[in-house]
C-alpha cells in the first residue's frame, strides 16, 4: 500500500521559471513532512520540512504548501535554476515512533536554459 | 547541517563474497540509523531500522540472515551483504535521526553502490 503519492514523475521547467511537485497521504498520522533533493549517484539532502500546524513554510526559493483537510503538501521552488535539476522526494512520517520515513515515488526535474 | 559518512562510496565483489559497509555520523549521536536500498530511477527502500545497543528491525522481505546490522555505538552503524549475489547489486544509503524522539530529522549518507559480479 503506498500511502504517499507524489506527482508529476517528471517535470521540465524554463530557468526562471516555478517548478511544482505535489504530494498525498493517506496516513492522517502522520506529522512531518520533509522532501528531499537527490543529485545522480548521491544520497538525499533535507531540503526543508513542515508540520501540519502551519501551512506554509519558505525557505529562500523553496516554499513548502501543506493542506491539513485535503491531506496534501507540496513544493514550489522559485525562480528554477538548471542547478535545481535533481530528483526531488516527498516523505511523511510519525513523531514518537520509530520516526521511519515513507516516500514519495519521487520526481525527476529539468530545468532548461 | 549534520553530516552522515558512509564507506567505501563503491565497491565490487565477487559473488559469493561478504560486504561490510560502513555509516558515521561525524558531529551528532545517532540512537537510530536507518539503512535503504535504491535502484535506478526508483524511491528509497528502507530495509531496516538500527538502534544503538539493540538488534535491528527488519522491513517485510528483507533478510536478516543476508543483510547483517550492527549498531556499536552512537556514530557507527554497519551493513554487511553476506554471500552476495548480482541480484544484491544496487545503491545501498544509511540515514542517522538527530537528537530525540521529538526530533524526526534524518540526514543521509552519500551512499555506496554495491556491483556483485
Known amino acids: 500500500q503506498q500511502q504517499v503519492k507524489q506527482s508529476p514523475q517528471s517535470l521540465i521547467v524554463q530557468k526562471g521559471g516555478i517548478s511544482i511537485i505535489n504530494c498525498a497521504y493517506e496516513?492522517?498520522?502522520?506529522?512531518?513532512f520533509p522532501w528531499y533533493q537527490q543529485f545522480p549517484g548521491k544520497g538525499p539532502a533535507l531540503l526543508i520540512a513542515i508540520r501540519p500546524d502551519v501551512s506554509e513554510k519558505k525557505e529562500g526559493r523553496f516554499t513548502i504548501s501543506f493542506n491539513k483537510s485535503a491531506k496534501q503538501f507540496s513544493l514550489h521552488i522559485m525562480d528554477s535554476q538548471p542547478g535545481d535539476s535533481a530528483t526531488y522526494f516527498c516523505a511523511a512520517s510519525i513523531t514518537g515512533t520509530a520516526s521511519k520515513l515513507t516516500f514519495g515515488t519521487g520526481t525527476r526535474l529539468q530545468v532548461t536554459l | 547541517g549534520a553530516v552522515v559518512s558512509q564507506h567505501p562510496s563503491r565497491v565490487i565483489c565477487k559473488s559469493g563474497t561478504s560486504v561490510k559497509i560502513e555509516c558515521r555520523s561525524l558531529d551528532f549521536q545517532a540512537t537510530t540509523m536507518f539503512w535503504y536500498r535504491q535502484f535506478p530511477k526508483q524511491s528509497l527502500m528502507l530495509m531496516a531500522t538500527s538502534n544503538e545497543g539493540s538488534k535491528a528491525t527488519y522491513e517485510q522481505g528483507v533478510e536478516k540472515d543476508k543483510f547483517l546490522i550492527n549498531h556499536a555505538s552512537l556514530t557507527l552503524s554497519t551493513l554487511t551483504v553476506t554471500s552476495a549475489h548480482p541480484e544484491d547489486s544496487s545503491f545501498y544509503i544509511c540515514s542517522a535521526r538527530a537528537g530525540d524522539g521529538g526530533i524526526e530529522t534524518q540526514y543521509f549518507g552519500p551512499g555506496t553502490r554495491l556491483l556483485v559480479l
Open positions: 496516513n492522517t498520522a502522520f506529522d512531518y
